[in-house]
């Protein structure tokens, strides 16, 4: 069993930045790849960003790249999304997600565990 916890959403203007986290417990020696999607009110969930267990594949959505940044740190079980530069279309309930196959992948089929979400609010 693996359980994602993400956190770090809030209200910010535009042009301002955030940083979510997402801390993995349990079996976490089975997630691979860490990936961030977001679900804006009355749209499909979106890819965002994903990395791989070595961090050396990273893949972005191109509405985010130049502004968004993913990580991770192995040794604390967590992943990162700094989120800089934001813009009213950014508002969203974020989720992270994992998966047990180290492939970067963007689709929300290929993910085999999900956070509750965090909501990220940015005002124009």
């Known amino acids: 069993q693996v359980q994602l916890v993400d956190s770090g959403g809030g209200l910010v203007q535009a042009g301002g930045s955030l940083r979510l986290s997402c801390v993995v417990s349990g079996r976490t020696f089975s997630t691979a790849v860490m990936g961030w999607f977001r679900q804006a009110p009355g749209k499909e969930r979106e890819f965002v960003a994903a990395i791989s267990r070595s961090g050396y594949n990273i893949m972005y959505a191109d509405s985010v790249k130049g502004r968004f940044t993913i990580s991770r740190d192995n040794a604390k079980n967590t992943a990162y999304l700094q989120m800089n530069s934001l813009k009213p279309e950014d508002t969203a309930v974020y989720y992270c997600?994992?998966?047990?196959?180290?492939?970067?992948?963007?689709?929300?089929?290929?993910?085999?565990?999900w956070g509750q979400g965090t909501q990220v609010t940015v005002s124009s």
């Open positions: 997600a994992a998966r047990n196959t180290d492939i970067v992948a963007t689709t929300t089929r290929r993910y085999d565990y």
